[in-house]
Protein backbone atom coordinates (compact mmCIF):
# COMPACT_ATOMS: atom_id res chain seq x y z
CA UNK A 1 0.00 0.00 0.00
CA UNK A 2 1.13 3.51 -0.10
CA UNK A 3 3.60 5.17 2.43
CA UNK A 4 4.04 7.85 4.46
CA UNK A 5 4.17 11.50 1.41
CA UNK A 6 5.08 14.65 2.56
CA UNK A 7 4.92 17.70 0.41
CA UNK A 8 6.83 19.59 -1.07
CA UNK A 9 10.13 17.56 -1.36
CA UNK A 10 11.77 20.51 -1.54
CA UNK A 11 11.09 24.27 -0.11
CA UNK A 12 13.56 27.31 -0.35
CA UNK A 13 12.05 30.30 1.75
CA UNK A 14 13.54 33.58 2.64
CA UNK A 15 14.47 34.35 6.02
CA UNK A 16 10.97 36.03 7.81
CA UNK A 17 9.21 34.16 5.71
CA UNK A 18 6.54 31.58 6.79
CA UNK A 19 6.38 27.60 5.74
CA UNK A 20 3.58 24.94 5.98
CA UNK A 21 4.88 21.18 5.77
CA UNK A 22 2.31 18.56 4.89
CA UNK A 23 2.39 15.44 5.98
CA UNK A 24 0.05 12.00 4.89
CA UNK A 25 0.63 9.19 7.14
CA UNK A 26 -0.75 5.17 6.19
CA UNK A 27 -4.03 4.87 6.37
CA UNK A 28 -5.15 3.74 9.42
CA UNK A 29 -1.99 5.05 11.60
CA UNK A 30 -3.06 6.66 15.04
CA UNK A 31 0.16 7.97 15.64
CA UNK A 32 2.30 10.77 13.31
CA UNK A 33 5.63 12.37 14.60
CA UNK A 34 7.57 14.91 13.14
CA UNK A 35 11.01 15.18 13.04
CA UNK A 36 14.08 17.35 12.22
CA UNK A 37 17.38 16.32 10.40
CA UNK A 38 19.99 19.18 10.14
CA UNK A 39 22.80 17.94 7.56
CA UNK A 40 25.19 14.83 8.74
CA UNK A 41 23.11 14.80 12.06
CA UNK A 42 20.52 12.39 13.70
CA UNK A 43 16.93 12.80 14.03
CA UNK A 44 15.23 15.80 16.55
CA UNK A 45 12.05 14.80 17.66
CA UNK A 46 9.17 17.80 16.92
CA UNK A 47 6.31 16.79 18.18
CA UNK A 48 3.86 13.59 17.92
CA UNK A 49 0.14 13.18 17.28
CA UNK A 50 -1.77 10.20 19.12
CA UNK A 51 -5.32 9.42 17.61
CA UNK A 52 -7.68 12.51 19.84
CA UNK A 53 -5.13 12.56 22.87
CA UNK A 54 -3.31 15.87 23.20
CA UNK A 55 -0.42 16.16 20.86
CA UNK A 56 2.87 15.87 22.68
CA UNK A 57 4.63 19.38 22.01
CA UNK A 58 8.19 18.47 24.01
CA UNK A 59 10.40 19.01 21.11
CA UNK A 60 9.02 22.08 19.47
CA UNK A 61 12.16 24.63 19.32
CA UNK A 62 10.45 27.57 19.43
CA UNK A 63 7.31 28.98 19.05
CA UNK A 64 7.55 30.12 16.14
CA UNK A 65 6.85 26.24 15.20
CA UNK A 66 3.73 24.47 15.83
CA UNK A 67 1.83 21.50 13.80
CA UNK A 68 -1.54 20.63 13.66
CA UNK A 69 -3.56 17.17 12.57
CA UNK A 70 -6.89 16.92 11.04
CA UNK A 71 -8.33 13.86 13.01
CA UNK A 72 -6.16 10.56 11.92
CA UNK A 73 -4.92 11.89 8.49
CA UNK A 74 -2.99 14.70 7.03
CA UNK A 75 -0.82 17.13 9.23
CA UNK A 76 0.74 19.96 8.72
CA UNK A 77 3.96 21.58 10.46
CA UNK A 78 4.01 25.18 10.33
CA UNK A 79 7.53 27.61 11.10
CA UNK A 80 6.67 31.56 11.60
CA UNK A 81 9.31 33.38 10.64
CA UNK A 82 12.01 31.22 9.27
CA UNK A 83 15.65 31.59 10.38
CA UNK A 84 18.92 30.17 8.66
CA UNK A 85 19.22 27.81 11.54
CA UNK A 86 15.58 26.34 10.51
CA UNK A 87 17.63 25.12 7.32
CA UNK A 88 16.80 21.05 7.18
CA UNK A 89 15.52 18.00 6.46
CA UNK A 90 11.38 17.54 8.35
CA UNK A 91 10.55 14.14 8.48
CA UNK A 92 7.36 12.88 9.33
CA UNK A 93 6.41 9.52 9.90
CA UNK A 94 3.89 7.26 11.42
CA UNK A 95 2.54 4.33 13.28
CA UNK A 96 0.01 1.42 14.42
CA UNK A 97 -0.30 2.24 18.22
CA UNK A 98 -1.43 -1.51 18.82
CA UNK A 99 1.60 -2.28 20.54
CA UNK A 100 4.09 -2.09 18.13
CA UNK A 101 6.12 1.02 18.14
CA UNK A 102 7.91 0.77 14.04
CA UNK A 103 8.14 4.48 12.53
CA UNK A 104 7.36 4.37 8.90
CA UNK A 105 9.13 7.45 7.51
CA UNK A 106 8.02 9.94 4.63
CA UNK A 107 10.92 10.62 2.16
CA UNK A 108 10.97 14.37 3.67
CA UNK A 109 11.26 17.76 3.07
CA UNK A 110 14.10 19.58 2.78
CA UNK A 111 14.19 22.99 3.95
CA UNK A 112 16.31 25.94 3.29
CA UNK A 113 16.06 28.90 4.51
CA UNK A 114 18.26 31.73 2.40
CA UNK B 1 19.69 13.19 30.57
CA UNK B 2 18.63 10.87 27.84
CA UNK B 3 21.23 9.57 25.01
CA UNK B 4 22.06 7.08 22.35
CA UNK B 5 25.19 7.49 20.91
CA UNK B 6 27.22 5.81 18.41
CA UNK B 7 31.25 5.22 19.53
CA UNK B 8 32.01 5.46 15.30
CA UNK B 9 30.33 8.33 12.78
CA UNK B 10 31.86 6.24 9.95
CA UNK B 11 32.75 2.45 8.93
CA UNK B 12 34.08 1.42 5.85
CA UNK B 13 33.97 -2.29 4.75
CA UNK B 14 35.23 -4.84 1.83
CA UNK B 15 31.97 -6.32 -0.11
CA UNK B 16 31.61 -9.27 1.29
CA UNK B 17 32.75 -9.03 4.45
CA UNK B 18 30.22 -8.40 7.94
CA UNK B 19 29.63 -5.17 9.41
CA UNK B 20 29.31 -4.27 12.93
CA UNK B 21 27.57 -1.13 13.63
CA UNK B 22 27.88 0.00 17.66
CA UNK B 23 25.63 2.09 19.82
CA UNK B 24 25.10 2.95 23.29
CA UNK B 25 22.20 4.41 25.57
CA UNK B 26 21.87 5.59 28.80
CA UNK B 27 18.98 5.05 29.53
CA UNK B 28 18.49 2.12 31.43
CA UNK B 29 14.77 2.26 31.21
CA UNK B 30 14.86 1.94 27.35
CA UNK B 31 12.43 -1.13 26.62
CA UNK B 32 12.84 -1.13 22.93
CA UNK B 33 15.24 -0.49 20.21
CA UNK B 34 15.54 -0.18 16.71
CA UNK B 35 18.26 -0.05 13.78
CA UNK B 36 17.17 2.17 11.01
CA UNK B 37 18.69 2.50 7.55
CA UNK B 38 18.68 5.76 5.70
CA UNK B 39 19.53 6.05 1.98
CA UNK B 40 20.85 9.23 0.51
CA UNK B 41 18.03 11.66 0.03
CA UNK B 42 15.20 9.70 1.67
CA UNK B 43 13.94 8.34 4.78
CA UNK B 44 15.03 6.23 7.27
CA UNK B 45 13.82 3.01 7.03
CA UNK B 46 13.02 0.06 9.25
CA UNK B 47 15.53 -2.59 9.63
CA UNK B 48 14.98 -4.65 12.80
CA UNK B 49 14.11 -3.86 16.76
CA UNK B 50 14.96 -5.87 19.81
CA UNK B 51 12.91 -5.50 23.08
CA UNK B 52 14.75 -5.39 26.33
CA UNK B 53 13.74 -9.03 27.00
CA UNK B 54 15.81 -10.40 24.61
CA UNK B 55 19.50 -10.07 23.47
CA UNK B 56 19.68 -11.15 20.10
CA UNK B 57 17.45 -11.21 17.58
CA UNK B 58 17.97 -11.90 13.59
CA UNK B 59 16.67 -11.13 10.76
CA UNK B 60 17.41 -11.78 6.71
CA UNK B 61 21.55 -11.34 6.82
CA UNK B 62 20.92 -8.61 9.96
CA UNK B 63 21.35 -9.59 13.83
CA UNK B 64 20.79 -7.16 16.70
CA UNK B 65 22.39 -7.73 19.81
CA UNK B 66 21.76 -5.50 23.34
CA UNK B 67 23.85 -5.66 26.71
CA UNK B 68 22.33 -4.35 28.68
CA UNK B 69 24.56 -4.34 31.42
CA UNK B 70 26.79 -1.97 29.55
CA UNK B 71 24.12 -0.68 27.64
CA UNK B 72 24.93 -1.99 24.59
CA UNK B 73 23.47 -2.29 21.05
CA UNK B 74 25.26 -3.57 17.90
CA UNK B 75 23.63 -3.94 14.33
CA UNK B 76 25.33 -6.76 12.34
CA UNK B 77 25.32 -7.01 8.89
CA UNK B 78 26.20 -10.49 7.18
CA UNK B 79 28.25 -10.54 3.77
CA UNK B 80 27.50 -6.94 3.41
CA UNK B 81 26.87 -5.62 -0.23
CA UNK B 82 26.93 -2.45 -1.92
CA UNK B 83 23.33 -1.93 -1.52
CA UNK B 84 24.11 -1.67 2.41
CA UNK B 85 25.97 1.51 2.02
CA UNK B 86 24.27 3.85 4.10
CA UNK B 87 23.51 5.95 7.37
CA UNK B 88 22.06 3.58 10.60
CA UNK B 89 20.60 4.88 12.63
CA UNK B 90 19.96 2.98 16.32
CA UNK B 91 17.00 4.68 18.56
CA UNK B 92 15.66 3.41 21.97
CA UNK B 93 12.06 4.23 23.61
CA UNK B 94 11.11 3.85 26.92
CA UNK B 95 7.44 2.92 27.44
CA UNK B 96 5.06 5.02 25.14
CA UNK B 97 7.58 8.16 24.78
CA UNK B 98 8.80 8.66 21.32
CA UNK B 99 11.91 7.38 20.16
CA UNK B 100 15.30 9.03 20.58
CA UNK B 101 17.84 9.12 17.83
CA UNK B 102 21.45 8.61 17.92
CA UNK B 103 23.78 10.77 15.26
CA UNK B 104 24.43 7.75 12.83
CA UNK B 105 27.15 5.87 11.21
CA UNK B 106 28.29 5.94 7.45
CA UNK B 107 28.78 2.78 6.41
CA UNK B 108 30.55 2.60 3.04
CA UNK B 109 30.41 -0.90 1.23
CA UNK B 110 33.83 -0.86 -0.80
CA UNK B 111 33.31 -3.33 -4.05
Known amino acids: GAGVSQSPSNKVTEKGKDVELRCDPI?????LYWYRQRLGQGLEFLIY????????KSGLPSDRFSAERTGESVSTLTIQRTQQEDSAVYLC????????????FGPGTRLTVT | GESVGLHLPTLSVQEGDNSIINCAYS??????FIWYKQESGKGPQFIID?????DKRQGQRVTVLLNKTVKHLSLQIAATQPGDSAVYFC??????????FGTGTRLTVIP
Open chain 1, 93 to 104: ASSLRDGTYEQY
Open chain 1, 27 to 31: SGHTA
Open chain 1, 49 to 56: FQGNSAPD
Open chain 2, 27 to 32: NSASDY
Open chain 2, 50 to 54: IRSNM
Open chain 2, 91 to 100: ADQTGANNLF
